[in-house]
């Protein structure tokens, strides 16, 4: 873990974070400024600083992080309405917490992402 990392000190308990799903190696909680009536970012409590770190790194954990997005779009109720999962990887994606996080979003009609 970081020091410094906004999410390791969520993952610490140094940061309060409404939690919706703990495992052993992952971790889900409502992001604080959503873009979507339901929007979770599910991280893993080891630091990686994005999804392609994780990737490489531990591709089994990388799966279990997958497999939490959507266990958390079943719970919170939009896994049959249809759900977004995106990655932001680098500064000019927009990944503004350098620690790997999935956001799992729904809840309302979402559109086309950009690009």
């Known amino acids: 873990m970081s020091d410094e990392c906004l ?3 969520i993952v610490r308990g140094e940061i309060p974070a ?3 799903h703990e495992g052993e190696l992952t971790l889900a909680f409502r992001d604080i400024n959503p ?3 339901t929007h979770v970012l599910v991280i893993t409590k080891q630091h990686y600083t994005d ?3 994780l990737a490489v790194a531990d591709p089994e954990l ?3 992080l997958l497999t939490v997005a959507a266990d958390v779009a079943e719970s919170e109720g939009v896994a049959r309405s ?3 999962l995106s990655f932001n ?3 000019d994606s927009g990944q503004l ?3 790997v996080h999935a956001h799992v979003m729904g809840g309302r009609a979402l559109g086309h992402p950009a690009g």
């Open 7 to 9: 999410f390791c000190r």
């Open 18 to 20: 409404d939690v919706v």
């Open 35 to 37: 873009a979507a009536p």
């Open 51 to 53: 999804v392609a770190a």
């Open 62 to 64: 990388a799966a279990q």
């Open 82 to 84: 249809g759900w977004r």
């Open 89 to 91: 990887v680098g500064a």
């Open 97 to 99: 917490v350098p620690h």
